[in-house]
């Protein structure tokens, strides 16, 4: 082999072992790069001491409702409001043509005037006769005739008085005035109009301030509702103000529930057929009818409305965002972040909601929520058992903290802050 051939072939081993080396890096294990935890959004627990609730659906009524009709027969002659409008008590609402009604009470008055006279005469012939019979120039009977005259003129008058006051209400009776407070419904009938004695329904008045919201409680509940109240209701089985309830509206989409009442109203019996009984709250419902500046009434009559009401003596209670809770199956879990950011489950008993959070329990007793741990309300899908999580603290408004309460034993029972 010439030296040019040794050369070539030291050449050709040198570029293979070249390539077959870099090949061998390429195909060498490399060190994966360092995963970052993922993101989770986490909130404290949160504690209030508060009854245990029962929410129900209710409606909501006025105290008075009054159907408008004439007392009177005749044709309608005036209408005196507009539909809808706001009345007082003693308002004039309708009138109904006075003439008829003035020519009776004219004819009773004219009447009685008749027998006013008769009995004068009467009364002056008995005083006549009884002087001259004393001096024999007139005979008894006669005396006894103007006698008899006068008490026949007594019972006519009183008769005719009688009368006289029937045709005076009546003509009273043709101007229909409003008998309560309230707002008056449309007219049924225009001017002109035929009106019926008594029959005839001319418009509908109902009060608005107070109002009641009605509600029906389970025999179960009603026992747990009894017991709460037995040392502050009377015997006659109305409520002295010691038992609250919250109703809210169909806007009430959280369930804030922020209106306060009483309870003063319970029934006397259960409904057999669906074991329920009827209780009822009394709802201010203030309003200005002043068109310069007008506030009209919150509640209106038949309204829907949510009822909360506490059920047993106010208790420290464990509450959570609703977003927090998780199912696996028939189980409720919540995501816990620890202090070493750790992430793992906890199975929960959840019971009533509050505003948009929920109370919550372990399922085992024994093993509480620590005082450091933190609920997990977003990203729950990114959380793993026993693994490692970058917790960030959500804001006050991405859990909607406004919409729990205070705290139900700080509350006087006869106010209720606005903002909870």
Sequence with gaps: MTAGARLLRVSAMAFFLTFLCVGCAKNAPQSAPAVPAPEVMVFDFQTRTMPEYLEVTGRINSVFVVDIRSRVGGYLSKIFFRDGQFVRKGDPLYEIDPRPSLAKLAESKGT????LGERRFAEIQIARYEKLISKGAASQQELDAFRAK?????????SARAQQEFNQLNLDFCTIVSPIDGQVSRTQFQIGNL???DQTTLTTVVSIDPIFVYFNVDEPNLVRVLKTTRSTSRSNGIFTGQLFIDVGLVDDLERAYPHRCVVDFLNNQLDTQTATITMRGRLDNPHDPNPDHPKPPLFRSG???RVRLPLGQPAQRLLVPETAIASNQDRKILWVVDTENVASTREVLVGQKVGTWITVQPTDPSKPFGTSDRVVVRGLQRCREGKP???????????LLN????????IPDDTRPDDP
């Design 303 to 305: 309204m829907f409305a």
């Design 389 to 399: 999580v970058t917790p960030k603290l959500a804001s006050a408004e991405i859990v």
């Design 112 to 115: 009685v005037e008749k027998l």
């Design 403 to 410: 919409t729990l309460p205070i705290g139900e034993a700080a």
């Design 150 to 158: 006068l008490e026949e003129n007594t019972g006519s008058l009183t």
């Design 195 to 197: 009106i019926n004695q």
